[in-house]
Structures are given as C-alpha cells and as structure tokens.
T-cell receptor, first 111, second 115 residues
C-alpha cells in the first residue's frame, strides 16, 4: 500500500502558485519523498525529490516539514499545461526499489 | 535522463489473443520495471526485469500471463497473453537513472484495448 495521503483533487488559477500537500506520517529515516506527475495519456514524469531539506529545481519546490511527516509541492506559477495527476511517493533511495503509486491529486489549472 | 520508447503506442485486440509490447532505452540499464495502469486507476507494478535472469513478479501477476524477455541491457518485452477485456490498460516500462538519486523514468505507455 502507498504510504502517503493526498487530497483527491485541487483547483488552481492560472498564474498562481499551486500548493499540493502530502502526508507521510510513517516515513522512515532512510526514505525520500518523491513527486511525479502524469499528464493525461502520458507516462509519469519525475518532478523533484528530497530527504529533509527543502529542494528547488526548474519545475518546482519541495517543502518538507521538520518532523518529515508531511510535505508540500509548490508550482510557483501554474499554467494550463500543469493540469495533471500529481503523485507523492516515499521510497528508500535504492537503485532496485520500485515506486508504489497511490491515487495522487488531480490538479486542474483553470484559466 | 533516459529516453524510453515503447511499441506499439496503442492497439485494439480480440480476446484470447496475445500482444507483445516492446520497451527500448537509449542507455544500458540493469533493471527495468513494467507497470499496469487500469482505466481511472493508479499504476501497479507487474514485474522487475533484470538482464540475464528471470523476471520477478509481484503478487497477483504470473509469468504465464505476462511473460517478460530481457535479451540485453537496452531492451525488454512484455507479452499480455490470452487477453480478456479486463486486461485493457496502459502498460508502461520504466528504468532507474543510476545516478545516485535513483528516480525512475517512464516510457510513454502502450494503451491496450481488448474487445
């Protein structure tokens, strides 16, 4: 079973920041938080991951709480192309470890 | 990042037949994963395919139904055998990056419809 809890759906206005929450209260010390998204009819796309520090890349920012029991993915200026299902996954950082996908959050960016 | 292609991109098949899905990666990788995504559902791992050894199947998936080949480090096939409408899904392959953070990259998927 997936180890994360996400809201099933969210709306965001185009140009505004999209903040997607994720709860992972049973996360282990060696587990990272990964975020993927799946745009309709495409394969999942890697967004970002982190262990305990906040992370930022060209796509998004990841904010992890100090106790690591929850995190937030931030898309700073959402566009219509960011409409997708976003998956938060916790996983040990091992080469052979697969990803266990939960139902994710369906983000709709509205014009 | 790895570039992954899958063939076919989609197919419509009759029940009782079999379909072989190909996954090609632009770099050598030790492990490849095959996932299934049923309509409106999330992804479920079918099996892990290592080059030079038998694939490892997850609970609920068996080799007779989903035989996998892994002839080299850049290629794998998944066959969906004796298909029924319940096999209608998107089938995706993925590979780990092998660069320390081990995120996975996914192919575009094969959309299978069984009639």
């Amino acid at each position: 079973d997936a180890k994360t809890t996400q809201p099933p759906s969210m709306d965001c206005a185009e140009g505004r920041a999209a903040n997607l929450p994720c709860n992972h209260s049973t996360i282990s010390g060696n587990e990272y938080v990964y975020w993927y998204r799946q745009i309709h009819s495409q394969g999942p796309q890697y967004i970002i991951h982190g262990l305990k520090n906040n992370e930022t890349n060209e796509m998004a920012s990841l904010i992890i709480t100090e106790d690591r029991k929850s995190s937030t993915l931030i898309l700073p200026h959402a566009t219509l192309r960011d409409t997708a299902v976003y998956y938060c996954i916790v996983r040990a950082n091992n080469y052979g470890q697969n990803f266990v996908f939960g139902p994710g959050t369906r983000l709709s960016v509205l014009p | 990042s790895a570039v992954i292609s899958q063939k076919p991109s989609r197919d419509i098949c009759q029940r009782g037949t079999s379909l072989t899905i190909q996954c090609q990666v632009d770099s050598q990788v030790t492990m490849m994963f095959w996932y299934r995504q049923q309509p409106g559902q999330s992804l479920t791992l079918i099996a892990t395919a290592n080059q030079g050894s038998e694939a490892t199947y997850e609970s609920g998936f068996v080799i007779d139904k989903f035989p996998i080949s892994r002839p080299n480090l850049t290629f794998s096939t998944l066959t969906v055998s004796n298909m029924s409408p319940e096999d209608s899904s998107i089938y995706l392959c993925s590979v780990p990056t092998g660069k320390g953070s081990y995120e996975q990259y996914f192919g575009p998927g094969t959309r299978l419809t069984v009639t």
